[in-house]
């Protein structure tokens, strides 16, 4: 399914969305959820709705990712290891946290 076809999909078991990146503790928590389940997507530039918007323009790509990867590994445990990648849909740049099935994690 590709990610287009997930979003008008809407949220579910396996995918979330955000409008803006969300504090270390709530990306911790989604990862957590999603790796001790079959796995998942944290979607960054899309409202609860399933509305593309994108993120700010003003936002530096490289820092966003190292903000995510510092919260999933200050804050979980055993660590995950999601992938990190940023995807471009209607013209609007959205930040993907993919996160697999992992061992039981839990917050540090």
């Known amino acids: 399914m590709s990610l287009l076809n997930a979003i008008q999909s809407g949220e579910g078991k396996n995918i ?13 928590k989604t990862v957590i959820a999603f790796s001790n389940t079959a796995g998942g997507k944290l979607i960054i530039g899309v409202t609860d709705q399933g ?3 994108g993120l700010k323009s003003d936002v530096d790509i490289f820092e966003l990712q190292d903000q995510v990867a510092s919260a999933i590994y200050d804050n979980c445990y055993p660590n995950i290891l999601p992938d990190i990648y940023t995807t471009t849909i209607d013209n609007k740049v ?8 992992g061992n039981q994690s839990s917050p540090k």
Do not use: D, H, M
């Open 16 to 28: 979330e969305f955000k409008e803006e990146l969300p504090g270390s503790q709530a990306i911790a």
């Open 51 to 53: 509305n593309v918007t």
């Open 94 to 101: 959205l930040l993907v946290i993919e996160v697999y099935r």
